[in-house]
T-cell receptor, first 114, second 110 residues
Framework: DGGITQSPKYLFRKEGQNVTLSCEQN?????MYWYRQDPGQGLRLIYY???????QKGDIAEGYSVSREKKESFPLTVTSAQKNPTAFYLC?????????????FGQGTRLTVV | EDKVVQSPLSLVVHEGDTVTLNCSYE??????LLWYKQEKKAPTFLFML????IEKKSGRLSSILDKKELFSILNITATQTGDSAIYLC??????????FGTGTSLTVIP
């Protein structure tokens, strides 16, 4: 079955450590996105990529980094520079460009800094 | 600055009630507006609206877009406990970027 897989579901990190969240899709989508969700704040865009080897910053990119070496994969690294990383992270993918199609989401990763 | 505002932020109703959720937006290069339902983790797609005044329906849910006044509403009739969720609206802009609102948290009490 086609879909988006995020791993792990839960992640604990010590302050000062970098951590990488995985996102893999087999929908053959060109575009992929990372969102952060905090209580009462909806989804905020961190980074997005419309094509392999290219990505753009979203509204809250500071303290995060991404790579897009393969079409299927869009990992997100939460660096120690991110001051408040505890949140729920959602990855999504869609057909690139204006096609009138929706984005599909993974099940999310809940990151907690301890 | 692009902005998406949903109201109310939260809502508690009894089964059988009808609810109306609101989404107003200010984005550049608007292309469409999407509605999603988020029950636990992954938001699931409900509707895509591209034209004003054309109502989309799916069972007890319906939605309509007003591109002149820059808002959309999502109606749910005869609510059930399974409708309890966060409802998110997301205008899309050129380049297929999605801007999500804060969401409306709906709780349906038996």
């Amino acid at each position: 079955d086609g879909g988006i897989t995020q791993s792990p579901k839960y992640l604990f990190r010590k302050e000062g450590q970098n951590v990488t969240l995985s996102c893999e899709q087999n929908l053959n989508h060109d575009a992929m996105y990372w969102y952060r969700q905090d209580p009462g704040q909806g989804l905020r865009l961190i980074y997005y990529s419309q094509i392999v080897n290219d990505f753009q910053k979203g509204d809250i990119a500071e303290g995060y980094s991404v790579s897009r070496e393969k079409k299927e994969s869009f990992p997100l690294t939460v660096t120690s520079a991110q001051k408040n990383p505890t949140a729920f992270y959602l990855c999504a993918s869609s057909i690139a460009g204006w096609t009138g199609k929706e984005a599909f989401f993974g099940q999310g990763t809940r990151l907690t800094v301890v | 600055e692009d902005k998406v505002v949903q109201s109310p932020l939260s809502l508690v109703v009894h089964e059988g009630d009808t609810v109306t959720l609101n989404c107003s937006y200010e984005v550049t290069n608007f292309r469409s507006l999407l509605w999603y339902k988020q029950e636990k983790k992954a938001p699931t797609f409900l509707f895509m609206l591209t034209s004003s005044g054309i109502e989309k329906k799916s069972g007890r849910l319906s939605s309509i877009l007003d591109k002149k006044e820059l808002f959309s509403i999502l109606n749910i009739t005869a609510t059930q406990t399974g409708d309890s969720a966060i409802y998110l609206c997301a205008p899309t802009i050129t380049g297929n970027q999605f801007y999500f609102g804060t969401g409306t948290s709906l709780t349906v009490i038996p």
